[in-house]
């Protein structure tokens, strides 16, 4: 008996520190679609991941500190669920970080109390936010407007080039009104002997957003300064990328209308590269579903990296159904049309030419999609 008196003391001393830490929650997203049709012209078809919301997997969790002060962490890892690789970073992520892609998405330490939230790590910034303002709820594999502001450079954006690295944030809620802030210190943090100055790809933002019953309305402003010595096609890109947004919905019951527009300056940091975008668009409730229809269009101008203006184009109309409270079907069409840009220019923005000569024009993307969306 004593033995085991001693054994169930020593089990509630390893125990107790247990009981005392965060409350720790596992949270996610399984979400993969069938797609078919052509994307960028050419034929495809076959599942992926990410239709409606990026597959994920996360750990949160908040620790009482007392006089309303609580500590609060998260970690979040972006999945692949087609394949089960890692997804969440950009190239430019990669390139200037070593070590394995683990919690790409989100990692991230702070306090939160009255005053709002401050945090450090990689998170992210305001811009990330624009799900109010989107008929297709920032759904990054379909909504125009999470498809052209990513395809653009912008990175006011529902997508990874809106989550950034050594940063610290503050996020406060009062009442109708919340705000948010950001600095990010980007990747570089000392100076490089005979390098870019530690500066050079410093990142800002701030968001002010007032919600209130059926009306939804927002703005957010976004800084991103380049390396002196960096260049995009030969071409000096130096400058600061500055952006914002102004966006908007309002519920009138039997629809909800939403709309943004927004503007890129010195994009990539190439003097006189400039993108505009405006999209809107409009939810109808049907039964235990809702049909989403949405259109954007963005204005590139040439600058010294396109041989002309461009205006490309997206429209999409899906239909969403609950199947229950964390588990939503869909089903819908989207395409893409990107006015004639050349293969070479499309380059330039970062896409895989995939064996297309240069002087070639990048047809239309066309798919039709059905797919799954389950929380947890």
Known sequence: MQKKLIALAVAGLVSAPVFAQSN????????AYFKGGKFMGEDTMG?????????????RGEEDLGSGLKAVFVLEQGINIDSGKSTGMTADDDEKNDGGQTFTRQAYVGLK???????LGRQYAPGYFTADYDALLSAPGISPMSLLSNFTKLTITPTAAARWNNSVTYNGTFQSVSVAGIYSAGNRETDEKGGPDYTDDDKYGVSLKY????????????????????????????ETQKEWLIG??????MATLAGSYQQ????????????????????????AGNIHVAYAQGDVDKANLLQDDV???????????????RTTGYVGYTK??????????AGVLGNNLNGHAGTEKVDDTDLFYVGINHKF
């Not at 890129?264 to 039964?287: A, K, S, T, Y």
């Not at 893409?336 to 220019?345: G, I, K, M, N, T």
């Open 24 to 31: 720790i929650q596992i949270y996610g997203v399984a979400d």
């Open 47 to 59: 599942v992926d991941s990410g239709g409606l919301a990026g597959s994920r997997i996360g750990f």
């Open 113 to 119: 109390g009255n005053f709002g939230q401050v945090a």
């Open 211 to 238: 919600d209130n019953g059926p009306l939804k309305i927002g703005g957010v402003y976004q800084g991103v300064k380049f390396s002196g010595s960096n260049t995009i096609a030969g071409v000096k890109a130096d």
């Open 248 to 253: 908007a919905s309002y519920n009138f019951g």
């Open 264 to 287: 890129g300056r010195d994009v990539m940091g190439v003097n006189g590269f400039d993108v505009d975008l405006w999209q809107v668009g409009v939810i109808v409730p049907v039964g």
């Open 311 to 325: 205006k490309p184009k997206s429209f999409t109309v899906a239909y969403t159904h609950a199947l229950s409270k």
């Open 336 to 345: 893409v049309d990107y006015d004639d840009l050349l293969w070479s220019e």
